[in-house]
């Protein structure tokens, strides 16, 4: 059983920083697109930031461009997503998954398996 596990997360004041990481139990990691998406209190999940099988494209959402970075590093299964600059808006639960182009946007593709268990962020003002 593929298992992904996020952490990272914490509680940080506006304009702080936090890095996430986002471990795979699996050996064909580096075949996949892989992407964070977030959900927030009483919101569907959205897609955050996505990143190639061998992480030289990179992709963002509109509200994240310019503050969030992703990378990965396929030799230890493992996809990271820097958040600088953080607001408020940006508190949610935050999961990791395979990921594929869906028209203009990005789309989970669960080729690793299921939703992990997240990690949350909370940004206070």
């Known amino acids: 059983q593929v298992q992904l596990v996020e952490s990272g997360g914490g509680l940080v004041q506006t304009g702080g920083s936090l890095r996430l990481s986002c471990a795979a139990s699996?050996?064909?990691?580096?075949?996949?697109?892989m992407g964070w998406f977030r959900q927030a209190p009483g919101k569907e999940r959205e897609f955050v930031a996505a990143i190639n099988w061998s992480g030289d494209s990179t992709y963002y959402a509109d509200s994240v461009k310019g503050r969030f970075t992703i990378s990965r590093d396929n030799a230890k299964n493992t996809v990271y997503m820097q958040m600088n600059s953080l607001k408020p808006e940006d508190t949610a639960v935050y999961y990791c998954?395979?990921?594929?182009?869906?028209?203009?946007?990005?789309?989970?593709?669960?080729?690793?398996?299921?939703w992990g268990q997240g990690t949350q962020v909370a940004v206070s003002s």
């Open positions: 998954n395979t990921a594929s182009k869906a028209g203009t946007t990005w789309s989970p593709s669960f080729r690793l398996g299921s």
């Open positions: 699996a050996r064909t990691f580096s075949s996949y697109a």
